[in-house]
């Protein structure tokens, strides 16, 4: 059990074009989802919490008008970069949780790719 | 500023040997304590968690928390070279849980 999927594991885009990342939890319900970016040979760091119906907390340094993050329903987050350069080029992974004192269960991630 | 820290090592270990991995954390009030392990390329897998002090062990794996220290470690008995990867530490705090990760240390178990 506690599987999440991400949709695509892969894309390259064209700087200034739009990707969206989609995150599922394909057994459970997860009233909060994470998105997490990671950069070669550095740790992962959390972008912002979503919870479902509300609006998504972002770190400090996050821009929130270029990482839209939508969740939609129990089981499925959207991530969307919009007008993505080439230093957006990053593995975005997601992560899961089915309450606020469960762990987090993370998907395969996502590599983004912008030329 | 909530901070982890790790050894980025690399630590290498000869196969059947213990490895020790070490991890320090700033936030007294973080919660519960995570061992995740990465491979290249791929997203991070959980292996353990602990919440309270004291050892906690999973088949080859002994997770150890000392709070009034802040300090969290990860033993690998009779490592193997299919344990080589690198070795996240992660601290949840607030009340969404969030994770914060330490930089990783990458283990290398020579066959």
């Known amino acids: 059990g506690a599987v999440v999927s991400q949709h695509p594991s892969r894309v390259i885009c064209k700087s200034g074009t739009s990707v969206k990342i989609e995150c599922r939890s394909l057994?459970?319900?997860?009233?909060?989802m994470f998105w997490y970016r990671q950069f070669p040979k550095q740790s992962l760091m959390l972008m912002a919490t979503?919870?479902?119906?509300?609006?998504?907390?972002?770190e400090q340094g996050v821009e929130k008008d270029k990482f839209l993050i939508n969740h939609a329903s129990l089981t499925l987050s959207t991530l969307t970069v919009t007008s993505a350069h080439p230093e957006d080029s990053s593995f975005y992974i997601c992560s899961a949780s089915p309450g606020p004192a469960a762990e987090q269960y993370f998907g395969p991630g996502t590599r983004l790719t912008v030329t | 500023q909530k901070e982890v820290e790790q050894n980025s090592g690399p630590l290498s270990v000869p196969e059947g040997a213990i490895a020790s991995l070490n991890c320090t954390y700033s936030?007294?009030?973080?919660?519960?304590f995570f061992w995740y392990r990465q491979y290249s390329g791929k997203s991070p897998e959980l292996i353990m968690f602990i919440y309270s002090n004291g050892d906690k062990e999973d088949g080859r794996f002994t997770a150890q928390l000392n709070k009034a220290s802040q300090y969290v470690s990860l033993l690998i008995r009779d490592s193997q070279p299919s344990d080589s990867a690198t070795y996240l530490c992660?601290?949840?705090?607030?009340?969404?849980?969030?994770?914060?990760f330490g930089s990783g240390t990458q283990l290398t178990v020579l066959p």
């Open positions: 979503s919870n479902e119906g509300s609006k998504a907390t972002y």
């Open positions: 057994d459970f319900q997860a009233t909060t």
């Open positions: 992660a601290v949840s705090h607030g009340s969404a849980r969030q994770l914060t």
């Open positions: 936030d007294r009030g973080s919660q519960s």
